[in-house]
Antibody, heavy 124, light 108 residues
Framework: QLQLQESGPGLVKPSETLSLTCTVS??????????WGWIRQPPGKGLEWIGN???????YYNPSLKSRVTISVDTSKNQFSLKLSSVTAADTAVYYC????????????????WGQGTMVTVSS | SSELTQDPAVSVALGQTVRITCQGD??????VSWYQQKPGQAPLLVIY???NRPSGIPDRFSGSSSGNTASLTITGAQAEDEADYYC???????????FGGGTKLTVL
């Protein structure tokens, strides 16, 4: 059964870069059927989509975060990663990675499998 | 602000039917997916596409759409259905994804 696991520092200083990795197990990240995404949730607030990546490296991002976000994929390690630069306290959140059935491939959008999430706090 | 609008809170009596709505202009063109999130847990996909349930999701959950409004209906709500529910779809450009603000469902 496919599983996703986020990893990375739980504490990041303001103005620095947040870096997280999602490791996919039980299946291949190189499947042509799926995209892979990052979503975050500030404490007590709702979900915010950050961006998606295809195994080929094709990406699309939330316009409100695009200037600070980079999502990359390493098919040899079955991982994809998130970098968010110039972080502030507003970036404090639980960060989730998820598998995405994309409208371009499936005809609809759906995040069907999620990681457990990892809490990242931005503080000096 | 989100391009998908949800009521912040809805309540339902145990065993009754409840509808949770999601409004947005993009919903005239794109399907919505629905997610259930319980405290301390990752979101769980409950409805996707036209009206599809992933394996393991009870058939009391169903989805529908009309015009700019999509709905998640729970027929015969159970205590374990108490959770936050989020809709997700494309934005008006069709190039990006967006979540609704979420609806907190209370089962009385």
């Amino acid at each position: 059964q496919l599983q996703l696991q986020e990893s990375g520092p739980g504490l990041v200083k303001p103005s620095e870069t947040l870096s997280l990795t999602c490791t996919v197990s039980g299946g291949s990240i190189s499947s042509s059927t799926y995209y892979w995404g990052w979503i975050r949730q500030p404490p007590g607030k709702g979900l915010e989509w950050i961006g998606n990546i295809y195994y080929s490296g094709s990406t699309y991002y939330n316009p409100s975060l695009k200037s600070r976000v980079t999502i990359s994929v390493d098919t040899s390690k079955n991982q994809f990663s998130l970098k968010l630069s110039s972080v502030t306290a507003a970036d404090t959140a639980v960060y989730y990675c998820a598998r995405h059935e994309d409208i371009a491939v499936a005809g609809y959008d759906a995040f069907d499998i999620w990681g457990q999430g990892t809490m990242v706090t931005v503080s000096s | 602000s989100s391009e998908l609008t949800q009521d912040p809170a809805v309540s339902v009596a145990l065993g009754q039917t409840v509808r949770i709505t999601c409004q947005g202009d993009s919903l005239r063109s794109y399907y919505v997916s629905w997610y259930q999130q319980k405290p301390g847990q990752a979101p769980l996909l409950v409805i996707y596409g036209e009206n599809n349930r992933p394996s393991g999701i009870p058939d009391r959950f169903s989805g529908s759409s009309s015009g700019n409004t999509a709905s998640l209906t729970i027929t015969g709500a159970q205590a374990e259905d108490e959770a936050d529910y989020y809709c997700n779809s494309r934005d008006s450009s069709g190039n990006h994804l967006v979540f609704g603000g979420g609806t907190k469902l209370t089962v009385l």
